[in-house]
């Protein structure tokens, strides 16, 4: 007889195949048709908030992996919170303004120069608009719930006009302010930029050692063949000198040579002429360069100039001769110390990075890089020249157009980290929790070394710098009129700044004594994109009514120089403390050998084709598994990994699931009436839940996945449900130990649903779709309550008992591995095992009965007799094979005198 049809086998709907792919999108359109956001939220209101405060990703191209591990991270975090009821409404957001949405629409054939300014940002308004539409659905597609029917845009109009608020609130506070200052100048943009679009890449530089003759040596110094020698990595500077600075506490030397009487460095003389090349060497004199302050040369291109000597304590003897040529016009320290002697800022490079007209006929008009060469060629020419080397260094570059970038003076708006810097370090330091230690010593080095902050752009698509000009030029920083602003940018946008005339963006009937013809000049530059979304703060937590500051900021490691910092220097500005109680960051997202992605190496991965191939919840579980505070790595090998770990955790799920087919929650057996083995899980899955709970509340994702799949793999499948299939398959479908098992089943199945959920969003909605055990069940998983700790007797206990039986367990498990190998055996049910039990272990004589079942055997003897038996931890065990009769229906092996009728008792009953 076949006795296949009387088991009771595992019956589900729920398939060992995920067909990720195919069926995920099906479950975005659900969410989206039933607006499971919205319910998943309002079932948390009026309980504790949670509120986390979304950074925005640029509006250009599609989301890259790194975006989406951010992503994923996030909602992983938001749907853990509102697990543990918290009430957590969740505003994405996208950063719209820049440089790099008016370079695509213009590579889209758009003409800047045929349309108006309102025009043209019209266009770009429209751009940005489609590329949140296609970023957003790719954050549907990997599962992510957020309020994506109000999302917060730094186009919006309240955005805007809160954006305005803040500054106006930062001018009137004394924080803003106009000044001519070297910044990072991009030529290849046009425009100013800020330290947190810059990026350094290694360049190779020329390195020219100059000499600067002497031309008034008050007094200190005999004859007209003496000179300074001066050290520059950009020769194209050198026509901008004004002069050379020295420390005034260091020595410095007059040496004479074949070259004339050279003034460096003492300590560097030795080093200089091997450099130089130099035979002749004779110190004449030395002076402090204090000594030597005020004394003046003649500028080695232009003899009709004159070039100070001063002193500054920020010359080094690291590198060069000591004596620093100094361009005001171009860098902070040349700045700073000009300005205390009232040198002017000189600055003869224009926007694009080409030398202007008073640099000579021999030099204008061409680019700084080609400047160089002119400039040293020059140089030489006049026998000003001592040594010229190439080195190759880092230097800094525009992020986005990835070209390099100069220092340039020029008249910009600036931000004050000064006034607010001692501030800015307290909240730091004792106000704001880093998850990531090093992140704060990051961001207190940035900000202690942090200058005045370049705010504004000479671009055209970003809020404009809402400041009017009188007359006599001064800027207009009133209250009225910023309010006044801000409500016609909410009403109108900012594209009304554009559109109108000065007179109908004032308040009416405004006057002003510096104008007195009523004459006003309204600011073109806008401002900074890091000012749009290091003020979103105040335009999403307050103008949305979400509570400042916000619980967490969570974003990628690059971001302490960029939104960590901005919103901070921001908010602390405008609301006196940090936006943030805590932040989280996440690391770079490196290919399967370490390397940093680029279109050029052609290790990019793309990931809607991941998504699109494995299915988002592979995604996801990848990103919940990797140490993201770290760099992580992405790959096919790394995948396919992943993918395993799925089916691992999806097959076991499908047991549990099968084995409940005949189950309902009426057929749950108290857990003071199940056996001690099952009371054993369901302690062990109160250490998980409670595991799981604390890796997740510290956002150690991996921990969390580790401890589920550890469970999945090395207890409930490997242990609990090996033995039990038993029982499951072969006893009557209602006997009692059957149900003990099955409301095991059904805790873990129910547990397990809730726990992978806000990892395996689209696995854990399908297996919610197919849970029947329940007479009322919600409309999703995430609408359902969160497991609860099951109340154990004597829970210390038995976890202590069953911890020791399972370690007896892999020792008669490594008995039967040999009996196994030298295929004395085939399956373990072959095996009759004798133990004899250390003391410490002799009280697990009480499991003698179940040890047949736990074992998977055909007999266990316990004995006291030790002879004959191999030593173990545990025990003494003896494994061989067992000479009886195999049940046809179950399996198991039985005495041929146990057998009725050829069956097991157990069979025999269960087919009457």
């Not at 943009?189 to 330290?195: I, K, T, V």
């Not at 020698?229 to 004004?242: E, Q, S």
Request: proline share 4%; charged share 30%.
């Amino acid at each position: 007889m076949d006795y296949k049809n009387t088991l009771l086998m595992p019956k589900t709907d729920f398939e060992m195949r995920g067909k990720l792919p195919t069926k995920e999108p099906k479950y975005v359109q659900r969410w989206q048709d039933t607006n499971m956001y919205e319910k998943v939220v309002k079932m948390n209101e009026g309980k504790e908030h949670f509120v986390f405060h979304d950074g925005p990703p640029y509006a250009n191209g599609n989301m890259h992996v790194g975006h989406m591990l951010n992503k994923i991270i996030k909602d992983i975090i938001l749907r853990h919170k509102g697990m543990e009821g918290y009430y957590v409404p969740y505003i994405p957001g996208w950063d719209t303004h820049g440089l790099p949405i008016e370079n695509a629409i213009q590579k889209l054939g758009v003409d800047r120069k045929s349309m108006s300014t309102a025009a043209f940002r019209e266009k770009c308004y429209e751009y940005a608009l489609k590329q949140v539409e296609k970023q957003m659905e790719q954050c549907y597609r990997v599962g992510t719930f957020a309020d994506y029917k109000h999302p917060y845009l730094t186009l919006n109009k309240e955005f805007e006009a809160r954006q305005i608020e803040v500054f106006g609130k930062m001018a009137l506070d004394g924080l803003i302010f106009k000044g001519l200052k070297p910044v990072y100048w991009s030529p290849s943009s046009e425009s100013a930029l800020a330290e947190a679009e810059v990026e350094y890449h290694d360049v190779k530089s020329p390195t020219i050692y100059v000499k600067f003759k002497v031309k008034d040596s008050k007094g200190l110094l005999e004859g007209d063949d003496n000179y300074f020698v001066i050290w520059t990595t950009t020769p194209w500077t050198i026509p901008a000198n004004l002069a050379i600075c020295l420390n005034p506490d260091y020595t410095y030397a007059l040496v004479k040579s074949e070259k004339g009487n050279l003034i460096v460095l003492e300590e560097l003389v030795d080093s200089l002429w091997e450099t130089f090349k130099l035979e002749e060497k004779e110190v004449l004199k030395t002076f402090t360069g204090k000594e030597l302050e005020y004394m003046t040369c003649v500028h080695p291109l232009y003899p009709e100039r004159e070039s100070l000597v001063i002193n500054g304590d920020h010359v080094t003897t690291e590198s060069g001769t000591g004596c620093v040529h100094t361009a005001s016009g171009f860098g902070e320290d040349d700045f700073n110390i000009c300005k205390k002697y009232n040198l002017p800022v000189y600055v003869n490079v224009d926007a694009h990075g080409r030398m202007m007209e008073d640099c000579g006929e021999w030099l204008a008009g061409q680019y700084v890089d080609d400047a160089n060469k002119t400039v040293t060629m020059k140089l030489d020419e006049l026998g000003m020249l001592l040594n010229l080397t190439f080195i190759t260094h880092s230097y800094p570059h525009d992020w986005r157009t990835k070209k390099p970038i100069i220092f340039r003076a020029t008249d910009q708006w600036f931000c004050s980290i000064d006034k607010i810097r001692d501030k800015l370090l307290d909240e730091i330091d004792n106000k704001v929790e880093w998850l990531n230690e090093w992140g704060q010593v990051r961001i207190h080095n940035m900000i202690r070394d942090r200058q005045d902050w370049c705010i504004s752009r000479q671009r055209t698509w970003g809020v404009p710098i809402p400041i009017f000009y009188c007359e006599d030029g001064t800027p207009i920083m009133e209250k009225e009129v910023f309010d006044h602003i801000s409500e016609l940018f909410r009403e109108y946008g900012s594209n009304v700044w554009f559109e109108r005339d000065e007179k109908d963006l004032l308040p009416e009937g405004y006057t002003n004594e510096h104008s007195p013809n009523g004459i006003f000049k309204k600011e073109k530059d806008i401002m900074d994109v890091w000012f749009d979304s290091g003020s979103s703060h105040t335009g999403v937590l307050i103008e949305r009514g979400l509570g400042y500051p916000a619980d967490l900021y969570f974003e990628g490691s690059d971001q302490y120089r960029g939104w960590f910092n901005s919103s901070l220097i921001v908010g602390t500005a405008a609301h006196g403390q940090a936006p943030y109680k805590t932040v989280l960051s996440h690391g770079f997202v490196l290919d399967g050998k370490g390397n940093k992605m680029s279109k050029s190496l052609g290790n990019t991965v793309d990931p809607v084709k991941v998504v699109n191939q494995y299915g988002a919840d592979i995604l996801r579980l990848w990103a919940a598994s990797v140490d993201y505070q770290s760099d992580v790595r992405i790959s096919k090998e790394i995948m396919k990994g992943i993918s395993d770990n799925y089916r691992k955790i999806r097959n076991t799920m499908r047991f549990l699931l099968g084995n409940l087919n005949d189950f309902t929650s009426a057929d749950v057996v108290a857990i003071k009436d199940l056996e001690e083995v099952d009371q054993f899980m369901l302690a062990k899955l109160n250490e998980l839940m409670k595991d799981y709970k604390v890796a997740m509340d510290h956002y150690n994702f991996a921990d969390a996945v580790q401890s589920i799949t550890n469970y999945f793999t090395n207890l409930l499948s490997s242990y609990y449900m090996d033995f039990t299939k038993d029982v499951l398959y072969c006893n009557k479908f209602n006997d009692t130990r059957r149900r003990q098992i099955q409301t095991v089943l059904y805790h873990h199945a129910k547990t397990m649903m809730k726990l992978i959920s806000p990892i395996l969003v689209f696995t854990a909605e399908e297996l919610h779709d197919h849970w029947n055990c329940d007479d009322h069940k919600e409309e999703s998983i995430f609408l359902e309550a969160a497991p609860t700790l099951f109340e154990v007797e004597n829970e210390e206990a038995i976890v202590e008992k069953f911890t020791r039986f399972l370690a007896l367990r892999d020792d008669v498990m490594k008995a039967l591995e040999t009996l196994r190998a030298d295929k004395i055996i085939k399956s373990n049910m072959e095996a009759k095992v004798t133990i004899a039990l250390k003391d410490e272990y002799k009280d697990l004589v009480s499991l003698q009965d179940s040890m047949k079942q736990f074992f998977i055997v055909a007999r266990v003897v316990l004995t006291v007799d030790t002879e004959g038996l191999d030593e173990y931890e545990t025990s003494f065990v003896k494994a061989e094979k067992f000479a009886g009769t195999q049940c046809p229906r179950c399996w198991n092996y039985y005495e041929e005198d146990e057998l009725v009728d050829g069956l097991c008792p157990r069979c025999a009953e269960a087919m009457k």
